[in-house]
């Protein structure tokens, strides 16, 4: 897991063609006022989701996720929230892996989670060894504005 400002990215993350690929695209994005839905960015070795929400509120235990095939570059354009992070052997599975959409939920006990703030221009790197459980408050609920670059290990 790596937590950076965008314009440190390309000195935090090990560049190789796919996450170059998704620096560009953020670079790019990161004044456009993307609708939501999924970006095509380079078939599906790398595509980017748009989301805007609420922040959920944070709790002790929140529910965590997990991916095998990709790597999520979590950006913040606009707010801030809470990503709850642990070692994917912390997570306790509440759900069977999902193929289709490459996710798997879970629980982690309460002392074993970091909390990362992340404000609008920075962004989290979650690798498929770091559970992680987005969109969080900080304080109360509040609009945020994501792009979740989804970069494949394969």
Not at 83 to 95: D, N
Request: aromatic share 8%; proline share 6%.
């Amino acid at each position: 897991m790596i937590v950076c400002s965008l314009t440190d990215f390309s000195e935090q993350v090990v560049l190789n063609e796919r996450m170059l690929i998704a620096l560009e695209f953020l670079q790019q994005a990161q004044g456009l006022d993307l609708p939501d839905g999924r970006v095509e960015i380079d078939g599906t070795q790398v595509y980017a989701l748009v989301q805007s929400y609420d922040s959920k509120p944070k709790t002790d235990q929140p529910r965590f996720e997990a991916h095998r095939r990709y790597i999520d570059v979590q950006y913040i354009v606009l707010g801030k929230e809470h990503i709850g992070w642990a070692p994917l052997e912390t997570m306790q599975a509440v759900t069977d892996y999902n193929d289709v959409k490459d996710v798997i939920h879970g629980s982690v006990e309460p002392e074993g989670i970091t909390f990362l703030k992340i404000n609008a221009g920075q962004l989290a790197v979650l690798y498929p060894n770091d559970a992680h459980a987005p969109g969080l408050s900080i304080g109360a609920p509040a609009p945020v504005k994501k792009i979740v670059v989804k970069v494949s290990v394969e």
